[in-house]
């Protein structure tokens, strides 16, 4: 079965760091996709950034390009979200999401629809 665990959010001023981390259980050495998602209250799912686990290839959101680094920990199934530079804009509920029959490429935009599996998600809120 696979599980996804996120955490990591919190509160921070705007111009902050904050890194949120997701746990990924259940597929069969590295092969699949974490991608990050953001939903702020009244807003719709928003992608913000992919790693594919085996070749390392990303993702980025032109709204958070520059200003958040995905990376992986393949040993230790971990994928890490660092955002830099926070705005009040990024206050949302982040989510992780896997799937092993997704690839990511800096010129392809992802969707929720193209996630099987989702982790629950980590609040960051960045105040103004």
């Known amino acids: 079965e696979v599980q996804l665990q996120a955490s990591g959010g919190g509160l921070v001023q705007a111009g902050g760091s904050l890194r949120v981390s997701c746990v990924v259980s259940?597929?069969?050495?590295?092969?699949?996709?974490v991608g990050w998602f953001r939903q702020a209250p009244g807003r719709e799912r928003e992608a913000v950034s992919c790693?594919?686990?085996?070749?390392?290839?990303?993702y980025y959101a032109t709204s958070v390009k520059g200003r958040f680094t995905i990376s992986r920990d393949n040993a230790k199934h971990l994928a890490f979200l660092q955002m830099n530079s926070l705005k009040p804009d990024d206050t949302a509920v982040y989510y992780c999401?896997?799937?092993?029959?997704?690839?990511?490429?800096?010129?392809?935009?992802?969707?929720?629809?193209?996630?099987?599996?989702w982790g629950q998600g980590t609040l960051v809120t960045v105040s103004s």
């Open positions: 999401a896997a799937d092993a029959d997704l690839y990511c490429d800096s010129e392809s935009e992802i969707s929720a629809r193209d996630f099987t599996f």
């Open positions: 790693i594919t686990q085996s070749n390392g290839r990303t």
């Open positions: 259940g597929f069969t050495g590295d092969s699949y996709t």
